[in-house]
C-alpha cells in the first residue's frame, strides 16, 4: 500500500497549464496582477491603441467584408466538447510529434510578414519567444529580417519556412537553398495568394506595407533577386519595389508547377491554404508531406467557408497519409481541442502573438504563447483526455 501510494504521488507532478495558473494567481496575492491582455477580445483593443491605424489594420483585419473571419469564428462555435469524468489526468501530455520532431504541444506559430509594422526588431523577438518556449516559428519569405538572422534567433529550436510562390522560378530555387542553408526543417508554401485580396480596412488607408519596403528583406538579401535588379536594391529602392511587385504572385502556376519544389528540396513539403477535399487529394497525388487547411485566416477571399466546417472531411480523405494542419481562428485552447478533435495534428496560430508583440515585444508574444498552452493543457485533461491520441470527434457535438 505504502509503495502504491508513493508511486501515485510521483506520478502526480503538476502540469504546465496547472503551474502557469497558479503562477499568476500567486502573483494576483502579492498584488501583482497581470497587466497584460489575457482575452483575445481585450488583445485587440489594447492593439488598436498602441498600434498605428495602418499597421492594426494590416494585421487584424480581412478580405471585403469580413465575413469569412466571422465563419471561421461560427465553425469554432458550432461544435461543443463533451467532457469526460474519472479519467486519470496526472501525467497528461499535449506533446505531438510532426516530421520526426518531438514538441511540446501542438502550437507552431504560422508565418505572418512585415511584423517590423508591429516592432522594430520584428520577427526576432518572436523567435526568442519561441525559441523559449520551444514553439516552432513559421517564418514568412515576407519577413522584415532576412531569414538567416531570424534562424540564428532560432538556434536548436525547430524553424519552418514560409514561401510565397511567385513568378520567378530561380528566386524560388534560391531562397528554398537559403532556407535550407539556414536550418530550416520544413518548408510551407502557400497557394492562397495568387493575387491579393482586395482587403476594405487596409484599401481605405491606401496601406500596402511592401510599397514602403517592410517586408522585403528576403528579396533585397537573394543573389537571384539582386542581378535581376542590377545590384544593390538600396541604390534604386523604388526600381527594385517595382520588380518585387511583378515577381511577388503566381497567378499562373499549376498542380504541375509543384515539381519547381519538390526538385530543389529534400525538406517536407506543406501546402498551406487547402479548402476543398479534392485538393487535399491532389497534394497527395503530388507527393507533398502535409497540407494546412486555412483560408489565410481570412484575409483572401470574402465569404469562403470556416476552415473548420472542411477540417473533418480532408483529415477523413488522406488519412495518415499526409500531416494535417490548421489554422485560421484559433483563439482559445477550447479552439485547439476542437481542431485536433476533427483531424488537426497541430495547429497555427497568428493573429494574438502578432498584436502581442506590437503592444509588448519578446515579453508580450511570451505571454500570450503561455496563456494559449496552458488553456490547451487544461482544456485537454478537463476533457478527460491524457494525450491527443484519446481526442476524437467523439468528443464533440454539434451545436
Known amino acids: 500500500m505504502t509503495n502504491t501510494t508513493i508511486n501515485h504521488t510521483q506520478a502526480e507532478r503538476p502540469s504546465f497549464g496547472v503551474e502557469r495558473q497558479m503562477n499568476i494567481y500567486l502573483n494576483g496575492l502579492f498584488n501583482r496582477k497581470n497587466k497584460f491582455p489575457v482575452s ?17 489594420a494590416y494585421i487584424a483585419g480581412g478580405a471585403g467584408g469580413e465575413t469569412t473571419m466571422r465563419n471561421n469564428q461560427e465553425a469554432l462555435d458550432a461544435w461543443q466538447i463533451v467532457p469526460r469524468m474519472l479519467v486519470d489526468i496526472s501525467d497528461a501530455d499535449m506533446g505531438v510529434t510532426l516530421f520526426g520532431q518531438r514538441l511540446p504541444s501542438p502550437l507552431l506559430l ?13 520577427e526576432l523577438p518572436v523567435a526568442r519567444a519561441a525559441r523559449s518556449l520551444k514553439v516552432p516559428q513559421i517564418v514568412s519569405t515576407v519577413s522584415s529580417m532576412p531569414m538567416e538572422d531570424i534562424a540564428r534567433e532560432n538556434g536548436d529550436n525547430p524553424h519552418w519556412f514560409q514561401l510565397y510562390w511567385g513568378r520567378d522560378h530561380d528566386f524560388t530555387r534560391s531562397i528554398i537553398n537559403r532556407a535550407e542553408q539556414a536550418g530550416y526543417s520544413a518548408l510551407v508554401v502557400t497557394l492562397d495568394t495568387p493575387v491579393l485580396a482586395w482587403r476594405e480596412r ?5 496601406y500596402l506595407p511592401f510599397l514602403h519596403g517592410d517586408g522585403l528583406a528576403n528579396y533585397f538579401s537573394d543573389p ?31 498542380w504541375n508547377d509543384l515539381s519547381v519544389i519538390r526538385n ?57 497519409e499526409l500531416t494535417v494542419l490548421f489554422d485560421s481562428g484559433i483563439r482559445r485552447g477550447a479552439d485547439v481541442f ?29 505571454e500570450v504563447v503561455s496563456n494559449l498552452m496552458a488553456d490547451v493543457e487544461l482544456t485537454m485533461g478537463l476533457a478527460g483526455c491524457r494525450s491527443w491520441q484519446d481526442v476524437s470527434i467523439n468528443n464533440l457535438r454539434r451545436k
Do not use: W
Not at 202 to 206: A, F, Q, S, V
Open 264 to 320: 530543389c528540396t529534400s525538406l517536407p513539403v506543406i501546402l498551406k491554404g487547402i479548402q476543398h477535399v479534392d485538393d487535399a487529394r491532389k497534394a497527395l497525388d503530388f507527393g507533398v508531406d502535409g497540407i494546412v487547411v486555412s483560408n489565410h485566416g481570412g484575409r483572401q477571399v470574402d465569404g469562403a467557408v470556416g476552415s473548420l466546417t472542411v477540417l473533418p472531411e480532408i483529415a477523413n480523405a488522406v488519412g495518415d
Open 110 to 122: 504560422g508565418p505572418v510578414g512585415v511584423l517590423s509594422i508591429a516592432h522594430p526588431d520584428a
Open 40 to 56: 483575445y477580445e481585450a488583445l485587440l483593443q489594447e492593439a488598436s491603441e498602441k498600434m498605428t491605424p495602418e499597421a492594426f
Open 224 to 254: 537571384v533577386f539582386r542581378k535581376a535588379v542590377g545590384g544593390d536594391p538600396g541604390q534604386n529602392k523604388f526600381r527594385a519595389i517595382r520588380h518585387f511587385t511583378r515577381v511577388f504572385t503566381g497567378p499562373g502556376l499549376t
Open 338 to 366: 476542437k481542431a485536433m478533435a476533427l483531424g488537426a495534428k497541430a495547429v497555427c496560430i497568428a493573429r494574438p502573438y502578432a498584436l502581442a508583440l506590437g503592444i509588448g515585444g519578446e515579453a508580450g508574444v511570451r
Open 202 to 206: 487596409d484599401i481605405k488607408l491606401g
